[in-house]
């Protein structure tokens, strides 16, 4: 057994843990955040995006040891204060999803892409991005909207409003 300490949606938690143990058996079992999704196993789907240290992974194949001492962020972590992020927003708002399996990860990743690509982000820009996530529903056109939309608010938000 190891020791991880680690903080996971801003909650400092620590456990013994088996050193196999997945970044996402962590979340989902000994956490009991389920909203982190397993889907391939292989880092090919991208349903277990999360977010270390601020930067997207993909947490079926991290052990969990190895983020010890990281800041990690889930999709239940990115609401604030009972409202929802811009992107969780915009992906509700044009209906970037359909059975809403991929759409936890999805939403992870599209945060991230958004940070290191900037609020102008483009369509094609978005769809290459987004490429290490599989949704077998939607045809991406929604998703793509929605990180647009996410993406613009999320801009919004970061620009400090003019004094009045």
Avoid: W
Wanted: aromatic share 4%; hydrophobic share 35%; net charge negative.
């Amino acid at each position: 057994m190891v020791h991880v300490s680690m903080t996971v949606n801003g909650r400092l938690v620590s456990a013994e843990i088996d050193p196999r143990t997945l970044l996402v058996q962590f979340l989902r079992e000994h956490l009991r955040l389920t909203g982190t999704h397993v889907g391939c196993d292989t880092s090919q789907c991208g349903a277990c995006t999360v977010h270390v240290d601020g930067e997207a992974i993909k947490s079926c194949t991290t052990l969990a040891a190895t983020c010890n001492g990281s800041s990690v962020t889930t999709i239940e972590g990115l609401a604030q204060g009972g409202k929802l992020h811009p992107m969780q927003q915009a992906f509700q708002d044009n209906h970037g999803l359909q059975c809403g399996f991929c759409t936890p990860g999805m939403i992870m990743a599209s945060v991230d892409l958004v940070n290191r690509e900037g609020y102008g982000i483009d369509e094609q820009t978005i769809r290459h991005g987004l490429e290490g996530n599989i949704c077998r529903c939607t045809g991406y056109h929604n998703i793509v909207k929605a990180v647009v939309q996410g993406a613009r608010e999320m801009g919004a938000a970061a620009t400090p409003k003019a004094a009045e």
